[in-house]
């Protein structure tokens, strides 16, 4: 009250006080004698100006008083107060309100019965007045956190999810490398204890993960493409996120049911909330007590935007190299590091060129920065995995050595894992049998028979930049002699090695070395050129489907394009899941489209290796005459050159029936209807027990478990799926928010909802809704993997086997082969530069 007296007042001139003073003192005070009493008055004065009364007769003084009636008197003080409030402290100069504050002051006082009522009365006023503001401010503050008693419960655990130390699911046996989980120090008793002795901790660099990103330490994971691929970084400690631990923690403590019925604004709140928490539920990680209680060590860490260009490493190195015109008789290649011309034996009689190099050879000899020894005639590379297993303690991790006589993936291995089988048949594949008949195989086989086997990159015309990731730049190639293009992903050892990024790089490398499949790259070649690591892949020359959807009407597919791209997509994601390799990052911007219109999913450097132990599920019952028609039925394929598909994989992938089946002659569960219906085996090759703790992905397609930290595995790769046929469909991800928090926020809280346009069949949302269920234990396709995907009525009467030979959608004129060497726009003297603009690192071609 006293502030507001104060306040009010402070305008009024000095005589008026004085004639108050003496009014008070009149009063009040004894009548005085002679001159001890004028000091005494004096006295009583000063202390008259310091007390309350002073204020309090100050406040009456102001306001027009008419004596009959004290209900009109507070409701005039009530104006004015409210007039001077909201004039605020300006009031001093403000003419209008000088005078209307002056307007009480007049001469006629009151009487001192009078005075007093008023006094009470308006000191209960502004008490009043006060305490109603005071109500206010705790109303709106409860009103907006918890309407909805079951909204505030639902934050609330979503909080405390994301403050529990996973737990370990003995009975799957699932949780491997939890090395994100930090001990929790009991000694420690409150939470910003906590938080400050670990910021006391000398700070720890960020790590990497560990293979494939089986932990929550490491560098961000990124992709170029312009969205944000985050991985966490538990080891860096901030204390500006001590004070948002402590934020959130207010704010979960103020998500107590209120009597408030302001659903919206509380809806918003708790949406701010929940992002902040969201946001911290990346960045730091608690124990499950209650703050006041809390033991953990905090480990905070940032969100990283996934920029279009990546930031990477402060380097400056250039490597150019020059090669002169194909017709000259030398073509020379100029190493711009230390100037020294790589010497061709040139193109003579058509004689495909040599190169030989001083460092070149170094190079491939050395183990570069990648603890991995190359060289395109042996190498041996020493794995480390985090293996899901029914030892989840453990995490049991193991290692295994592949050792290759040749480039391309003709593997002979050590290994102390049993359930490799799988990928050993893999390795031993070699010529990538479904790519067998291509001429690039030859042409490679060739030059590298005139060369003594030693490919590099002197052997290619790099013609165009393709793109340029986070871990490489991707260029279009020719094979020089030949006719034959390549994208060849260049990647700087050392850079990566700087960066703790070549363990995703070797990840790639050893995904791309498995796969043979049509929806999936061809690795032709491999090597190491200056220090420089090379992926020679298939081109693909129709961009990637994100640019395609954009360049479709409405920006989205139409729905039988989107099911074909989707299907080819699903039996590629079936065919890594079953080699044990979780995807983690589809999205359209890694579905490239090959010059006949197929797809081809790339970019295997988050993906995670694990196990895999594929199934045969079979049925006891005759086979059914009516599945022949059976829309599901993939194998009533009467085209000659059509590959029975689950006899081939049964063949292919030596799958088993499981040990438990096998032992107690059980029928096996069947997985749905149209199984039942079928006597033919079906194939599970989910790698169901795998899981990581790892967060990666890109925003708009993370999955709600990854979010949350809950540990993931396979049934990411379902989620994504059904994000990415929301997207095809509708021209948009259906969780997007306004920035990155709200997206992972709207992921795991918002409900789908599928907008009224454009029209989009039953069949697909249906399938999309059961792809995007939250729970990924409910989730389509978790279980039994693409097997039941496949069957859904979305895809029906599609021939899953013959979809490599139908007609993919019409794509727009997009080819761009960016003209060959002698040819428009060719570019024969060729600089391969490499060089850092800040922290990021970008290879140039000019
Ligand atoms: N085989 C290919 N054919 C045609 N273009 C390709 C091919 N491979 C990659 N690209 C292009 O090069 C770009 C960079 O590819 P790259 O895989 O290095 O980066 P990314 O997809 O951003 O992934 P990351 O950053 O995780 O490595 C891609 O966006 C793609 O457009």
């Known amino acids: 009250m006293g502030s507001f007296a104060g306040s009010c007042e402070i305008v009024e001139e000095k005589d008026e006080e004085l004639r108050m003073a003496k009014a008070h003192s009149g009063r009040y005070g004894k009548p005085s004698l002679g001159g001890s009493s004028s000091k005494d008055s004096e006295r009583k004065q000063r202390e008259y100006h310091g007390s309350l009364e002073y204020d309090i007769d100050k406040l009456f003084q102001s306001i027009p008083v ?12 009530h104006n004015n107060f409210e007039t001077s409030a909201s004039a605020g402290p300006s009031r001093t100069t403000s003419p209008s309100t000088r005078s209307a504050m002056k307007k009480p002051m007049t001469p006629q006082s009151p009487r001192v019965a009078d005075s007093l009522s008023l006094k009470q009365a308006l000191r209960d006023r502004c008490i009043s007045k006060a305490s109603e ?155 499950d007590s209650p703050p006041e209680k809390s033991k953990t060590v905090r480990k905070v860490t940032r969100m990283i935007p996934r920029p279009k260009k990546k930031i990477l490493v402060k380097k400056k190195l250039k490597i150019g190299i020059v090669s002169t015109k194909k017709d000259e008789e030398t073509n020379k290649l100029l190493c711009q590091r230390c100037h020294c011309s790589l010497k061709s034996t040139s193109i003579i009689n058509n004689q495909p060129p040599s190169y030989t190099t001083s460092h070149e050879v170094a190079d491939e000899n050395s183990s570069g920065s990648c603890n991995v020894s190359q060289s395109s005639e042996a190498e041996i590379v020493v794995m480390k995995q985090n293996v899901s297993s029914s030892n989840n303690d453990s995490g049991n991790k193991f290692e ?21 089988s799988n990928l050993s048949s893999r390795f031993s594949c070699g010529n990538k049998p479904h790519m067998s008949m291509d001429v690039r195989w030859e042409a490679i086989k060739h030059v590298k028979l005139q060369c003594g086997g030693s490919l590099g990159l002197r052997h290619f015309n790099l013609l165009k930049k393709l793109g340029c990731g986070d871990i490489g730049t991707v260029y279009l190639a020719e094979l020089i002699g030949t006719n034959c293009l390549f994208a060849i992903k260049v990647m700087d050892n050392e850079f990566l090695a700087r960066r703790k990024k070549s363990p995703r790089a070797q990840a790639e490398r050893e995904i791309l070395k498995m796969l043979d499949h049509p929806f999936l790259p061809t690795l032709y070649a491999q090597f190491t050129s200056d220090n420089l690591s090379c992926l020679v892949m298939e081109y693909c020359p129709g961009g990637d489907v994100h640019v395609l959807r954009q360049k479709q009407l409405g920006r989205c597919f139409p729905e039988p394009a989107a099911r074909f791209y989707v299907a080819e997509i699903l039996l590629a994601l079936e065919y890594l899941h079953m080699l044990g390799i979780i995807y983690r990052d589809l999205k359209p911007e890694n579905i490239l489209v090959r010059e006949d219109g197929h797809i081809m999913l790339t970019d295997f450097d988050l993906s995670l290796r694990c196990a895999v132990n594929p199934t045969l599920l079979t049925s006891t019952s005759p086979p059914d005459p009516a599945r022949m028609s059976d829309p599901y039925n993939t194998s009533n394929c009467i085209q000659p050159f059509c590959v029975n598909e689950q006899s081939c994989q049964v063949s292919c992938f030596s799958p088993r029936l499981s040990s438990n089946q096998q032992q107690q002659g059980r029928k096996p569960k069947l997985p749905d209807q149209h199984l039942k ?37 396979a049934a990411v790769d379902w989620w994504t799926f059904g994000v990415l046929l929301y997207e095809l469909l509708y021209g948009k991800t259906p969780f997007k928010g306004y920035n990155n928090d709200q997206t992972l926020a709207n992921v795991v809280l918002e409900n789908l909802k599928f907008p009224d346009s454009p029209l989009v069949s039953f069949q697909a949302k249906d399938l999309i809704r059961g792809l995007l269920v939250k729970e990924p234990e409910n989730r389509f396709g978790t279980e039994k993997g693409s097997a039941e995907i496949k069957r859904h009525p979305f895809f029906e009467g599609l021939n899953w086997a013959l979809i490599r030979c139908a007609t993919p959608p019409e794509l727009p004129d997009c080819y761009d082969f960016g003209g060959g060497p002698g040819s428009p726009g060719g570019n024969d003297d060729r600089y391969l530069e490499c060089k850092a603009i800040g922290d990021h690192l970008e290879f140039e071609l000019f």
């Open 400 to 420: 295994f050595s592949l050792s290759s006589k040749d480039s391309l993936g003709d593997y002979s291995r050590s290994t102390s894992m049993s359930e490799e």
């Open 677 to 713: 219906r079928s006597s033919l085996p079906q194939l599970v090759a989910e790698p169901t027990e795998a899981r990581s703790n790892s967060f990666v992905g890109t925003h708009e397609y993370l999955a709600p478990e990854i979010i949350k930290g809950e540990g993931h595995g």
């Open 133 to 287: 503001m005071a109500a206010q401010k705790r109303l709106s503050k409860s009103a907006a956190a918890s309407p909805r008693v079951s909204e505030a419960d639902r934050i609330k655990s979503l909080y405390n999810q994301s403050t529990r130390l996973v737990p370990v699911d003995k009975g799957k046996g699932t949780l491997v490398s939890e090395t994100s989980l930090m001990p929790v120090n009991k000694d420690i008793p409150s939470t910003s204890r906590s938080v400050s002795q670990r910021s006391e901790e000398p700070p720890n660099p960020v790590s990497e993960p560990s293979q494939a990103g089986t932990n929550r330490s490491g560098s961000c994971l990124s992709s170029g493409s312009g969205d944000c691929e985050v991985e966490l970084d538990e080891n860096v400690a901030s204390t500006s996120a001590q004070d948002d631990v402590q934020e959130v923690d207010k704010h979960v403590t103020s998500l107590l049911p209120s009597d408030s019925s302001n659903k919206d604004n509380a809806e918003e709140l708790e949406k701010k909330i929940l992002a902040t928490t969201l946001d911290l539920e990346q960045t730091v990680k608690f124990d």
């Open 66 to 77: 008419k004596p009959p009636t004290r209900r009109l008197l507070s409701s005039s003080f």
